[in-house]
Nanobody, 124 residues
């Protein structure tokens, strides 16, 4: 059984920075594509960023490109999302997810296991 536990997040003013992390237990972490998604009230869950198992390839939604950085530490089975220049529209519950093998994907249906989510709130 694969389990994901997010931590970090919280509240920050616009222009500030926050970091969230996701620790994965079970399975073979280095073989997983890891994704970050977010969902705000009344909206569908949307892709934020992804990173392949080796960490060599990353991908970002246009809305966060240049502001967010995804990284991973396979020795710690943890994936990170560093967020800077935050905007009120970044306010959402942030979820990490695993996808076994293959390339990265922006489709949530391609991911197999999900964390419980962590709230990020950006005030203006």
């Amino acid at each position: 059984q694969v389990q994901l536990v997010e931590s970090g997040g919280g509240s920050v003013q616009a222009g500030g920075s926050l970091s969230v992390s996701c620790a994965v237990s079970g399975g073979f972490f280095s073989r997983y594509v890891m994704g970050w998604f977010r969902q705000s009230p009344g909206k569908e869950r949307e892709f934020v960023a992804a990173i392949i198992g080796s960490g060599v390839v990353t991908a970002y939604a246009d809305s966060v490109k240049g502001r967010f950085t995804i990284s991973r530490d396979n020795a710690k089975s943890t994936v990170y999302l560093q967020m800077s220049s935050l905007k009120p529209e970044d306010t959402a519950v942030y979820y990490c997810a695993t996808k076994y093998g293959g390339s990265w994907s922006r489709r949530s249906n391609d991911y197999d296991y999900w964390g419980q989510g962590t709230q990020v709130t950006v005030s203006s």
